[in-house]
């Protein structure tokens, strides 16, 4: 089992509606949680940061976390064509060890 | 803005000669890491350090080295490249004072061809 699993997609979204984008983890220890941000040729930027259970709310991204079923989930409202690229999830902490473990990433395309 | 550079962006060199990869941060943060990127592979991890005495190997540090000069600055070097190390390279920093726990900051990237 990978460490940090992300559906690759990719996952097609209307204009306007909602995309959910998960994240499964390995290590039930793992601390705290990141949703990286990654237009094609550039870097990863961060957009959402989660530690506790439970939702999360900036803007139109809501980051959910339970850690009891060791997985985390980004939604993003009101979908735009500008939100086409694809996300990276980020786990601190996985068997005690104080590094990013990143999943592969989900391909994410808004249609207008 | 305090910032993370990376030098140079773009480089193609040739199979057994030297290069460095250089990155600078005025973020003021103590901890720096070297990734690399393949397509399919995601991000992985080469080297980090958590202040200017301490280096640490990640997932997949043969055929690299590091240097850490001074708290802003962290250096990748391919001793001798090859062309499996055609990648896009990324460094990044944070800041282990506060309580973010490891909220990484990246660079722009280098974008590295072995021919």
């Known amino acids: 089992q990978k460490e940090v699993e992300q559906n690759s997609g990719p996952l097609s979204v209307p204009e306007g509606a909602i995309a959910s984008l998960n994240c499964t983890y390995s290590?039930?220890?793992?601390?705290?949680f990141f949703w990286y941000r990654q237009y094609s040729g550039k870097s990863p930027e961060l957009i959402m940061s989660?530690?506790?259970?439970g939702d999360k709310e900036d803007g139109r991204f809501t980051a959910q976390l339970n850690k009891a079923s060791q997985y985390v989930s980004l939604l993003i409202r009101d979908s735009q064509p500008s939100d086409s690229a694809t996300y990276l999830c980020?786990?601190?902490?996985?068997?005690?060890?104080?590094?990013?473990?990143f999943g592969q990433g989900t391909r994410l395309t808004i249609n207008p | 803005d305090a910032d993370v550079t990376q030098t140079p962006r773009n480089r193609i060199t040739k199979t057994g000669k030297r290069i460095m990869l250089e990155c600078s941060q005025t973020k003021g943060h103590d901890r720096m890491y070297w990734y690399r990127q393949d397509p399919g592979l995601g991000l992985r991890l080469i080297y980090y350090s958590f202040d200017v005495k301490d280096i640490n190997k990640g997932e997949i540090s043969d055929g690299y080295s590091v240097s850490r000069q001074a708290q802003a600055k962290f250096s990748l070097s391919l001793e001798s490249a090859i062309p499996n190390q055609t990648a896009l390279y990324f460094c990044?920093?944070?800041?282990?004072?506060?309580?973010?726990?490891?909220?990484?900051?990246f660079g722009p990237g280098t974008r590295l061809t072995v021919l």
């Open positions: 290590d039930r220890v793992s601390q705290s």
């Open positions: 990044a920093t944070s800041d282990h004072s506060t309580t973010r726990y490891n909220e990484q900051f």
């Open positions: 980020a786990v601190n902490g996985i068997q005690g060890a104080q590094k990013l473990v």
């Open positions: 989660i530690y506790s259970n």
